[in-house]
């Protein structure tokens, strides 16, 4: 099922591409071939979805993003010759999907794009895929729908109560994937009222209780967040310290 119309061919592939080999990564500028954009709020940088796609499956395995966002996944796996499933429970992103899979590549990659909770992700069969891999709210800090859909994860402020919603995505992430496979999922904490609260850590626990064993905790640095300026002085006069990192957790079932 490959989405909307062809459109002329444009560079697929960064320049000077390699594989991450350690637990720190750190991509400053953020790629920008294909159709990958930066105007979603909070969306991935397309050099940490390739590195997770070329290391954690092959060519013609099936794919899925539960919380697809902006389509930065997708694009990748279209480039990459594999099978995307892509769900979001917002009709906005997956009109944006649609809309960034518009162009051609020299292979027979299918994509699938269904609004669905992914707490509940009924028709995908038990095992049905090779690899799950994903980026979702870090509670309420990005409000993708402003309440104005109940389903939206993002519109919870409680971290607990986040927590407790991921443990199903969890859950059904086990459920989908096939066993010995991987799934990865990049996620960061906050900060408030100066305390740090832990949302990454909380949300890999779940993971593990759901089944799944803990492969790699990768410290992605964060670019977007400049250490000057209002936030900077704020940091100083209050003596708290900015939040630029988030966890990339790789789990095995």
């Known amino acids: 099922m490959d989405a ?12 000077n591409f390699d594989l991450e080999c350690t637990t720190v990564w750190s991509f400053p500028r953020r790629g920008k071939w294909a159709t990958h954009k930066s105007d979603w709020r909070g969306n991935w940088a397309p050099e940490v979805v390739r590195n997770l796609i070329l290391r954690y499956s092959k060519e013609g395995d099936h794919l899925l993003d539960c919380m697809i966002g902006g389509g930065t996944t997708a694009i990748e796996a279209k480039i990459l ?29 299918k994509q699938r794009i269904i609004k669905c909770d992914a707490r509940k992700m009924d028709f995908i069969k038990d095992g049905e895929i090779d690899f799950a891999l994903t980026h979702p709210p870090y509670a309420d800090i990005i409000k993708y729908s402003d309440g104005k859909i109940k389903e939206d994860l993002s519109n919870i402020h409680d971290i607990d109560d986040f927590v407790k919603e991921m443990s199903l995505v969890a859950k059904e992430i086990y459920r989908v994937l096939k066993s010995g496979k991987y799934c990865a999922i990049l996620i960061g904490d906050t900060r408030r009222q100066k305390m740090y609260q832990v949302i990454s850590y909380k949300v890999m626990e779940e993971f593990v209780k759901a089944g799944f064993k803990l492969r790699e905790d990768i410290i992605k640095k964060q670019h ?7 936030w900077a002085n704020r940091s100083k006069e209050y003596n708290f310290l900015l939040i630029m990192h988030e966890h990339l957790f790789v789990f095995q079932k």
């Not at 061919?9 to 960064?14: G, R, S």
């Open 224 to 230: 977007n967040c400049q250490a000057t300026g209002f």
């Open 81 to 109: 010759n594999r099978d995307i499933t892509c769900i979001d429970i917002n009709q906005e992103a997956l009109k944006r999907t649609q809309e960034v899979l518009k162009f051609e590549v020299d292979n027979k990659a």
């Open 4 to 15: 909307g119309k062809k459109s002329e061919k444009i560079k697929l592939h960064p320049e």
